[in-house]
Protein backbone atom coordinates (compact mmCIF):
# COMPACT_ATOMS: atom_id res chain seq x y z
CA UNK A 1 0.00 0.00 0.00
CA UNK A 2 1.28 3.50 -1.02
CA UNK A 3 2.15 5.45 2.58
CA UNK A 4 0.13 8.09 2.80
CA UNK A 5 0.87 11.55 3.92
CA UNK A 6 -1.14 14.39 5.79
CA UNK A 7 -1.84 17.88 4.12
CA UNK A 8 -3.27 20.65 5.98
CA UNK A 9 -6.03 22.38 4.28
CA UNK A 10 -6.60 25.77 5.69
CA UNK A 11 -8.65 28.06 3.55
CA UNK A 12 -9.49 25.63 0.80
CA UNK A 13 -11.93 23.60 2.91
CA UNK A 14 -14.06 26.85 2.78
CA UNK A 15 -14.64 26.42 -0.87
CA UNK A 16 -15.30 22.62 -0.79
CA UNK A 17 -18.81 23.60 -0.41
CA UNK A 18 -18.29 25.62 -3.96
CA UNK A 19 -16.25 23.39 -5.70
CA UNK A 20 -14.51 20.39 -5.52
CA UNK A 21 -12.71 20.82 -8.30
CA UNK A 22 -11.08 23.99 -6.73
CA UNK A 23 -9.78 22.20 -3.81
CA UNK A 24 -7.74 20.14 -5.78
CA UNK A 25 -5.30 22.75 -4.75
CA UNK A 26 -4.75 21.11 -1.99
CA UNK A 27 -1.73 19.39 -3.82
CA UNK A 28 0.34 22.20 -1.45
CA UNK A 29 3.35 19.79 -0.64
CA UNK A 30 4.00 19.83 -4.15
CA UNK A 31 6.99 20.90 -5.46
CA UNK A 32 7.93 22.73 -8.63
CA UNK A 33 10.27 20.67 -11.19
CA UNK A 34 13.68 22.41 -11.55
CA UNK A 35 14.15 24.30 -14.26
CA UNK A 36 17.72 22.63 -14.49
CA UNK A 37 17.05 19.39 -15.41
CA UNK A 38 16.64 18.64 -19.33
CA UNK A 39 13.42 16.05 -18.38
CA UNK A 40 10.92 15.16 -15.86
CA UNK A 41 11.03 12.21 -14.32
CA UNK A 42 8.33 10.38 -12.05
CA UNK A 43 9.54 9.49 -8.43
CA UNK A 44 6.56 8.27 -6.44
CA UNK A 45 6.72 4.94 -4.55
CA UNK A 46 3.84 2.90 -7.19
CA UNK A 47 4.56 -0.27 -4.91
CA UNK A 48 1.83 -1.47 -2.33
CA UNK A 49 0.43 -4.96 -1.13
CA UNK A 50 -2.94 -6.40 -1.58
CA UNK A 51 -4.59 -9.13 -0.27
CA UNK A 52 -7.10 -9.40 -3.21
CA UNK A 53 -5.56 -10.65 -6.17
CA UNK A 54 -8.43 -9.90 -8.05
CA UNK A 55 -9.59 -6.63 -8.13
CA UNK A 56 -13.03 -5.64 -9.91
CA UNK A 57 -14.75 -3.51 -7.32
CA UNK A 58 -13.16 -0.21 -6.95
CA UNK A 59 -14.61 2.97 -4.93
CA UNK A 60 -12.69 6.05 -6.16
CA UNK A 61 -12.41 8.88 -3.49
CA UNK A 62 -11.76 12.22 -5.85
CA UNK A 63 -12.75 12.94 -9.22
CA UNK A 64 -9.14 12.04 -10.69
CA UNK A 65 -8.54 8.39 -9.36
CA UNK A 66 -11.76 7.77 -11.41
CA UNK A 67 -10.39 9.75 -14.43
CA UNK A 68 -7.15 8.06 -14.47
CA UNK A 69 -8.67 4.31 -14.24
CA UNK A 70 -11.30 5.33 -17.36
CA UNK A 71 -7.75 5.99 -19.09
CA UNK A 72 -6.51 2.83 -18.55
CA UNK A 73 -9.71 1.15 -19.42
CA UNK A 74 -10.62 0.51 -16.22
CA UNK A 75 -13.22 2.64 -15.59
CA UNK A 76 -15.68 0.18 -15.30
CA UNK A 77 -14.14 -1.42 -12.44
CA UNK A 78 -15.55 1.39 -10.33
CA UNK A 79 -18.34 1.26 -7.84
CA UNK A 80 -19.02 4.22 -5.90
CA UNK A 81 -17.21 7.81 -6.52
CA UNK A 82 -17.55 11.63 -4.92
CA UNK A 83 -18.92 14.02 -6.40
CA UNK A 84 -17.79 16.18 -8.62
CA UNK A 85 -16.38 13.05 -10.80
CA UNK A 86 -17.23 14.16 -14.17
CA UNK A 87 -14.93 12.66 -16.72
CA UNK A 88 -15.72 11.31 -18.95
CA UNK A 89 -19.04 11.43 -19.46
CA UNK A 90 -19.32 8.04 -18.25
CA UNK A 91 -18.43 8.74 -14.39
CA UNK A 92 -21.54 10.88 -14.23
CA UNK A 93 -23.83 7.60 -13.70
CA UNK A 94 -21.34 6.40 -10.83
CA UNK A 95 -23.04 6.39 -7.72
CA UNK A 96 -21.77 8.63 -5.21
CA UNK A 97 -20.43 7.62 -1.84
CA UNK A 98 -20.04 10.93 -0.41
CA UNK A 99 -17.13 13.80 -0.76
CA UNK A 100 -14.63 16.15 0.93
CA UNK A 101 -16.86 16.88 3.59
CA UNK A 102 -17.88 13.60 4.43
CA UNK A 103 -18.40 9.79 3.10
CA UNK A 104 -21.63 7.93 3.44
CA UNK A 105 -19.88 4.71 5.56
CA UNK A 106 -23.11 2.62 5.31
CA UNK A 107 -22.90 2.57 1.17
CA UNK A 108 -19.11 1.97 0.97
CA UNK A 109 -19.90 -1.15 3.26
CA UNK A 110 -22.44 -1.71 1.04
CA UNK A 111 -20.66 -1.63 -1.97
CA UNK A 112 -18.34 -4.12 -0.70
CA UNK A 113 -14.81 -2.79 -3.03
CA UNK A 114 -11.86 -4.72 -3.37
CA UNK A 115 -10.08 -1.61 -2.68
CA UNK A 116 -10.41 2.06 -2.18
CA UNK A 117 -8.53 4.58 -4.16
CA UNK A 118 -8.19 7.43 -1.15
CA UNK A 119 -6.99 11.15 -1.51
CA UNK A 120 -5.52 11.96 1.53
CA UNK A 121 -4.78 15.70 0.81
CA UNK A 122 -8.41 15.67 0.17
CA UNK A 123 -10.79 13.30 2.19
CA UNK A 124 -11.48 13.48 5.66
CA UNK A 125 -9.31 11.73 7.48
CA UNK A 126 -11.14 10.63 10.45
CA UNK A 127 -13.63 8.64 8.15
CA UNK A 128 -10.33 7.41 5.99
CA UNK A 129 -9.14 5.69 9.56
CA UNK A 130 -12.48 4.11 9.81
CA UNK A 131 -12.62 2.73 6.82
CA UNK A 132 -8.89 0.84 7.82
CA UNK A 133 -10.61 0.08 11.10
CA UNK A 134 -13.00 -1.65 8.83
CA UNK A 135 -10.83 -3.73 7.12
CA UNK A 136 -10.74 -2.25 3.96
CA UNK A 137 -7.25 -1.49 1.76
CA UNK A 138 -6.70 1.90 1.09
CA UNK A 139 -4.72 2.94 -1.41
CA UNK A 140 -3.31 6.60 -2.17
CA UNK A 141 -3.25 8.59 -5.10
CA UNK A 142 -1.96 12.12 -4.24
CA UNK A 143 0.53 12.98 -6.64
CA UNK A 144 2.60 16.09 -5.27
CA UNK A 145 4.34 17.27 -8.89
CA UNK A 146 2.88 16.51 -12.41
CA UNK A 147 5.73 14.21 -12.83
CA UNK A 148 3.99 11.55 -10.34
CA UNK A 149 0.64 12.11 -12.14
CA UNK A 150 2.46 9.25 -14.45
CA UNK A 151 3.24 7.32 -11.18
CA UNK A 152 -0.23 7.13 -10.04
CA UNK A 153 -1.74 6.01 -13.12
CA UNK A 154 1.38 3.00 -13.43
CA UNK A 155 0.04 2.01 -9.82
CA UNK A 156 -3.41 1.88 -10.89
CA UNK A 157 -2.59 -0.17 -13.93
CA UNK A 158 -0.79 -2.54 -12.17
CA UNK A 159 -3.41 -2.92 -9.21
CA UNK A 160 -6.38 -3.93 -12.09
CA UNK A 161 -4.10 -5.66 -14.21
CA UNK A 162 -3.79 -3.09 -16.86
CA UNK A 163 0.00 -2.71 -17.05
CA UNK A 164 0.35 -2.56 -20.83
CA UNK A 165 -2.42 0.31 -20.82
CA UNK A 166 -0.84 2.06 -17.88
CA UNK A 167 2.63 2.24 -19.47
CA UNK A 168 1.18 3.80 -22.40
CA UNK A 169 -0.89 6.35 -21.12
CA UNK A 170 2.07 7.08 -18.88
CA UNK A 171 4.63 6.92 -21.40
CA UNK A 172 2.41 9.48 -23.32
CA UNK A 173 2.14 11.91 -20.75
CA UNK A 174 5.55 12.28 -19.83
CA UNK A 175 6.57 12.37 -23.41
CA UNK A 176 3.87 15.45 -23.92
CA UNK A 177 5.06 16.55 -20.65
CA UNK A 178 8.60 16.93 -21.60
CA UNK A 179 8.45 18.00 -24.84
CA UNK A 180 6.62 21.20 -23.24
CA UNK A 181 9.12 21.71 -20.80
CA UNK A 182 11.75 21.61 -23.63
CA UNK A 183 10.12 23.53 -25.96
CA UNK A 184 9.81 26.55 -23.14
CA UNK A 185 12.80 26.10 -20.81
CA UNK A 186 15.00 28.97 -22.51
CA UNK A 187 11.65 31.03 -23.37
CA UNK A 188 11.46 34.93 -22.62
CA UNK A 189 9.75 35.30 -19.09
CA UNK A 190 6.27 36.79 -19.30
CA UNK A 191 5.31 38.21 -15.68
CA UNK A 192 1.84 36.47 -15.26
CA UNK A 193 -0.47 37.17 -12.36
CA UNK A 194 -2.56 33.77 -11.48
CA UNK A 195 -5.81 34.23 -10.02
CA UNK A 196 -7.01 31.20 -7.94
CA UNK A 197 -9.79 33.00 -6.65
CA UNK A 198 -11.25 36.04 -6.93
CA UNK A 199 -12.86 37.14 -3.75
CA UNK A 200 -11.07 36.92 -1.58
CA UNK A 201 -8.06 37.81 -3.92
CA UNK A 202 -5.54 34.93 -4.18
CA UNK A 203 -2.89 33.42 -6.12
CA UNK A 204 -0.29 30.78 -6.15
CA UNK A 205 3.56 30.89 -4.97
CA UNK A 206 5.99 28.25 -4.48
CA UNK A 207 5.44 25.10 -3.64
CA UNK A 208 1.67 24.90 -4.68
CA UNK A 209 0.36 23.01 -7.68
CA UNK A 210 -0.26 25.50 -10.03
CA UNK A 211 3.19 26.93 -9.96
CA UNK A 212 4.50 23.82 -11.76
CA UNK A 213 2.55 24.87 -15.02
CA UNK A 214 3.97 28.39 -14.79
CA UNK A 215 7.60 26.98 -14.35
CA UNK A 216 7.00 24.86 -17.33
CA UNK A 217 5.75 27.47 -19.49
CA UNK A 218 8.00 29.95 -18.62
CA UNK A 219 5.95 32.63 -16.49
CA UNK A 220 7.52 34.68 -14.08
CA UNK A 221 5.30 34.98 -11.09
CA UNK A 222 5.73 38.04 -9.01
CA UNK A 223 4.42 36.69 -5.73
CA UNK A 224 6.47 33.23 -6.11
CA UNK A 225 8.58 33.95 -3.07
CA UNK A 226 5.47 34.68 -0.87
CA UNK A 227 6.07 32.78 2.10
CA UNK A 228 2.25 31.27 2.13
CA UNK A 229 1.74 28.81 -1.19
CA UNK A 230 -1.94 30.27 -1.76
CA UNK A 231 -1.58 33.96 -0.51
CA UNK A 232 -4.23 36.28 0.12
CA UNK A 233 -3.28 39.64 -1.57
CA UNK A 234 -4.62 42.82 -2.68
CA UNK A 235 -5.76 44.34 -5.59
CA UNK A 236 -3.09 46.74 -5.20
CA UNK A 237 -0.11 44.60 -5.06
CA UNK A 238 -1.49 42.97 -8.49
CA UNK A 239 -1.02 46.74 -10.06
CA UNK A 240 2.17 47.43 -8.79
CA UNK A 241 3.38 44.29 -9.81
CA UNK A 242 2.80 45.15 -13.58
CA UNK A 243 1.67 41.60 -15.13
CA UNK A 244 1.52 41.55 -18.57
CA UNK A 245 -0.80 38.94 -18.89
CA UNK A 246 -3.45 37.61 -16.09
CA UNK A 247 -4.30 33.89 -16.07
CA UNK A 248 -7.95 32.60 -14.55
CA UNK A 249 -10.24 29.57 -14.97
CA UNK A 250 -13.62 28.42 -15.41
CA UNK A 251 -13.74 27.00 -11.94
CA UNK A 252 -17.39 27.01 -10.60
CA UNK A 253 -18.22 29.61 -7.75
CA UNK A 254 -16.32 32.53 -8.48
CA UNK A 255 -18.47 35.47 -8.07
CA UNK A 256 -18.09 38.20 -7.98
CA UNK A 257 -14.90 38.02 -10.50
CA UNK A 258 -12.42 41.12 -10.48
CA UNK A 259 -13.20 43.21 -13.61
CA UNK A 260 -9.40 43.44 -14.64
CA UNK A 261 -10.71 45.99 -17.57
CA UNK A 262 -11.35 48.76 -14.76
CA UNK A 263 -7.33 49.61 -14.75
CA UNK A 264 -6.61 49.74 -18.53
CA UNK A 265 -2.99 50.75 -18.32
CA UNK A 266 -2.19 47.59 -16.74
CA UNK A 267 -0.08 45.70 -18.83
CA UNK A 268 -1.94 42.70 -19.27
CA UNK A 269 -5.47 44.69 -20.30
CA UNK A 270 -3.26 46.47 -22.71
CA UNK A 271 -2.01 43.32 -24.03
CA UNK A 272 -5.50 41.86 -24.31
CA UNK A 273 -4.22 39.11 -22.49
CA UNK A 274 -6.66 38.39 -19.83
CA UNK A 275 -6.47 34.10 -20.20
CA UNK A 276 -8.82 31.74 -19.33
CA UNK A 277 -8.14 28.08 -19.24
CA UNK A 278 -9.90 24.91 -18.40
CA UNK A 279 -10.09 24.54 -14.35
CA UNK A 280 -10.03 20.94 -14.70
CA UNK A 281 -7.12 20.90 -16.72
CA UNK A 282 -4.75 22.57 -14.18
CA UNK A 283 -6.32 21.85 -10.63
CA UNK A 284 -6.55 18.09 -11.13
CA UNK A 285 -3.83 15.57 -11.56
CA UNK A 286 -4.93 13.42 -14.31
CA UNK A 287 -3.50 12.72 -18.01
CA UNK A 288 -5.15 16.00 -18.71
CA UNK A 289 -2.73 17.86 -16.90
CA UNK A 290 -0.78 17.90 -19.67
CA UNK A 291 -3.40 19.55 -21.67
CA UNK A 292 -3.54 22.48 -19.02
CA UNK A 293 0.22 22.76 -19.38
CA UNK A 294 -0.07 23.19 -23.52
CA UNK A 295 -3.14 25.57 -23.10
CA UNK A 296 -1.45 27.94 -20.72
CA UNK A 297 2.29 27.74 -22.85
CA UNK A 298 0.51 27.93 -26.01
CA UNK A 299 -1.45 31.52 -24.74
CA UNK A 300 1.99 32.91 -23.02
CA UNK A 301 3.64 32.15 -26.21
CA UNK A 302 1.04 34.51 -28.35
CA UNK A 303 1.58 36.97 -25.46
CA UNK A 304 5.22 36.83 -26.36
CA UNK A 305 5.20 37.29 -30.17
CA UNK A 306 2.47 39.96 -29.33
CA UNK A 307 5.38 42.04 -27.56
CA UNK A 308 8.21 41.79 -29.57
CA UNK A 309 8.60 45.21 -31.27
Not at 206 to 217: F, I, P, R, T
Request: contains cysteine; charged residues 20%.
Amino acid sequence: MLRRQTSCCGWRRTRMALSFVFVTCLWQQASAASSTESSIEPSIETSFESSKPNISRIITLSPHSAEMLFAIGQGDKIVGTTRFTDHPEQAKNIPVVGGYNGLNIEQIIALNPDVIISWRSGNPSRELNQLEDLGFTLIDSDAKTLAEVADVIRMLGKLTGATAQANQVADTYLTQLNAAKAKYQDAEKVTVFYQLWPNPLRTVAKGSWVQQYLDVCGAQNPFFDNPAEYPVISIESVLASAPQAIITTDEVGQTPSVDWQKWPMLPAVKNKAIIKLRADWVHRATPRSVLGVEQLCNALQQVREQLQP
